[in-house]
């Protein structure tokens, strides 16, 4: 006897959480951002750089909103208690903080070595307060990312080939304030060309935090590798360097990220994306 094939009934929500996911988030992040933009595409005015800076606050909300009420919809309380557990996971071995250096690192590296081969212009700025702009946006988009979509989509299928299409996703949501991210904002005919080498850059992020969470379950731990993210590429972003340097570069960082994917690939495997986060190497706290 053949085995009953997978029912269609039920809520929306339910049937499609993967989807009813992204559709929320996107959908409250880009009407704020577009309620920003709004008064100056009506008057077919130039967006100005401060309206495309205070787009990104705004859309922080969609994923974090997206992932605490999908949680609720489609997990009940059980989903908001894990959900919760996770947040607060921090008892975790202390080789996997040490993965929190690889974007500093990486983006240094790259900025010297452009600078030191290339052009001066690549110069590594210092601007310390950037980290501000790097905390809301890991503490907050990762509520929905790695607390919500990550777990489903990894539970559906190989969890690298998830993280992937995760990044992707990620990478697209971006998209209304990818004109005014960088020092060579906006990029005029070259936004496409920096969305590729952006997207090259943050798929492989999401990989690398994707393989935290694996590991560890630890939520704040991707929120930390999120800052650490987000906020260097602000810190330490070349501020002279205009719109095809600034594609140069990105596109050169996300090289170096998929460089180190594909040594962990090879010393971990490329199922480590995929275990079972119940036997995790997290040490919960209880």
């Known amino acids: 006897m053949q085995p009953a094939p997978p029912t269609r009934s039920g809520p929306f929500v339910q049937r499609f959480p993967i989807l009813s996911y992204f559709g929320l988030a996107f959908a409250i992040s880009w ?3 577009l309620a920003m933009a709004a008064p100056y595409l009506l008057r077919r005015a130039s967006i100005p750089n401060m309206a495309g800076i205070l787009m990104f606050p705004i859309m922080l909300l969609g994923p ?6 999908m949680t609720r919809l489609a997990d009940g309380r059980k989903g908001l208690t894990d959900l919760r557990t996770r947040l607060f996971s921090v008892r975790v ?6 993965i929190l250096l ?3 690192i990486l983006v240094l590296t790259v900025l010297k070595g452009l600078e030191t081969f290339v052009s001066p212009m690549y110069a ?12 809301p946006a890991g503490f907050l988009e990762e509520i929905g990312w790695t607390g919500y979509a990550l ?21 697209l949501w971006h998209l209304p304030v990818i004109n005014f991210l960088g020092a060579a904002s906006p990029h005029g005919a070259y936004w496409f060309r920096f969305f590729l080498a952006f997207a090259l850059a943050m798929t492989a992020m999401r990989v690398l935090i994707a393989w935290l969470h694996a590991h560890t379950r630890s939520i704040l731990l991707a929120q930390l590798m999120h800052v650490s993210s987000t906020g260097v590429l602000v810190i330490f972003g070349a501020p002279r360097v205009n719109a ?10 996300g090289l170096a990220l998929w460089i180190v994917v594909g040594v962990m690939v090879r010393f971990f495997g490329i199922n ?3 275990g079972d986060l119940q036997q995790s190497e997290l040490v919960a706290t209880r």
């Open 31 to 33: 009407a704020g951002a």
């Open 64 to 69: 974090s909103i997206a992932g605490i009420v």
């Open 93 to 98: 071995a202390p080789r996997y903080y040490a």
């Open 102 to 104: 690889v974007p500093p």
């Open 124 to 135: 590594p700025n210092f601007f310390l307060i950037g980290v501000l702009f790097g905390v």
């Open 151 to 171: 777990p489903k989509m990894v539970a559906r299928g190989n969890g690298f080939a998830a993280s992937v299409l995760l990044g992707v996703v990620w990478s």
């Open 244 to 253: 095809v340097q600034e594609a140069v570069w990105y596109a050169t960082y």
């Open 272 to 274: 480590s994306w995929s």
